[in-house]
C-alpha cells in the first residue's frame, strides 16, 4: 500500500527556536497534504491543507505565521515550527491524498519544547 | 458543519468476546465515513471505509462497520476481540468526496481487551 514517511519522528527542542518536520509521499504524488496536530489523549485537528505549488490554507485559530507550510514538490510538504514554546509541544501528523483518492497518514512527529 | 460523536471514551471487552464501537454523525448529503485504529506509538491505520456502495462494509482484521442512513450511524464491529486488538479507534467523516478533502474526526475509543 501507498506509504507516507515523516522526519523526524520525535524531536526536542529549545523555546524560542525552530523546527522543520518533513513529510513524503513515498511511492505517489500527491497535490494535496494536510497537517494536523493530537494533543495526549485527544483526537486529531486539522491545522492547515497544504497544495502544492500554491499558499497552504490555515483552518480557524491556527496562527500562519507561527506554523509555516511549504508544498515544494508533488512528493513533500513541509511544517515549520517557529519560534517554539512549549504550548506546541504535541504529535504532528500529516496526510497524503493518493491518486485513489485515498488519504494515507504519516507515522506521526512529537515535538517537545523545553 | 460536518461533525461525528463517538459515544464510548472507553470500551473494554474480554478476548474471544464480540466488539461494538459507536459512532455518529451529523445528517449531511453523501458522507463518507471512515474507522482508522491507533496503535500506540504508530501511524493511523485505515480499517474501513464507507462510499456510497455498500452499506455494510467489511475491513481489515475482521471489522465491519454498518451504514445506517435512518439512525446517522456507522458503528464498528467485531465478532471476536483479539489481544491485538487493543488501541485507540477513531470514526471519521469527510463530506462532498471520498478523500480529497480534509478528514474531520471523532474524540476517539480506546478499546482494551482483557485476557
Known amino acids: 500500500g501507498a506509504v507516507v514517511s515523516q522526519h523526524p519522528s520525535w524531536v526536542i527542542c529549545k523555546s524560542g527556536t525552530s523546527v522543520k518536520i518533513e513529510c513524503r509521499s513515498l511511492d505517489f504524488q500527491a497535490t494535496t497534504m494536510f497537517w494536523y496536530r493530537q494533543f495526549p489523549k485527544q483526537s486529531l485537528m486539522l491545522m492547515a491543507t497544504?497544495?502544492?505549488?500554491?499558499?497552504?490554507?490555515?483552518e480557524q485559530g491556527v496562527e500562519k505565521d507561527k506554523f509555516l507550510i511549504n508544498h515544494a514538490s508533488l512528493t513533500l510538504s513541509t511544517l515549520t515550527v517557529t519560534s517554539a514554546h512549549p504550548e506546541d509541544s504535541s504529535f504532528y501528523i500529516c496526510?497524503?491524498?493518493?491518486?485513489?483518492?485515498?488519504?494515507?497518514f504519516g507515522p506521526g512527529t512529537r515535538l517537545t519544547v523545553l | 458543519a460536518q461533525s461525528v460523536t463517538q459515544l464510548d471514551s472507553h470500551v473494554s471487552v474480554s478476548e474471544g468476546t464480540p466488539v461494538l464501537l459507536r459512532c455518529n454523525y451529523s445528517?449531511?448529503?453523501?458522507?463518507?465515513l471512515f474507522w482508522y485504529v491507533q496503535h500506540p506509538n504508530k501511524g493511523l491505520q485505515l480499517l474501513l471505509k464507507?462510499?456510497?456502495?455498500?452499506?455494510l462494509v467489511k475491513g481489515i482484521n475482521g471489522f465491519e462497520a454498518e451504514f445506517k442512513k435512518s439512525e446517522t450511524s456507522f458503528h464498528l464491529t467485531k465478532p471476536s476481540a483479539h489481544m491485538s486488538d487493543a488501541a485507540e479507534y477513531f470514526c471519521v467523516v469527510s463530506y462532498g468526496g471520498t478523500g480529497r478533502r480534509a478528514l474531520t474526526f471523532g474524540s476517539g475509543t480506546r478499546l482494551q481487551v482483557q485476557p
Open positions: 445528517s449531511s448529503y453523501s458522507p463518507s
Open positions: 496526510s497524503a491524498i493518493a491518486p485513489t483518492d485515498t488519504q494515507y
Open positions: 497544504s497544495n502544492e505549488g500554491s499558499k497552504a490554507t490555515y
Open positions: 464507507y462510499t456510497s456502495a455498500a452499506t
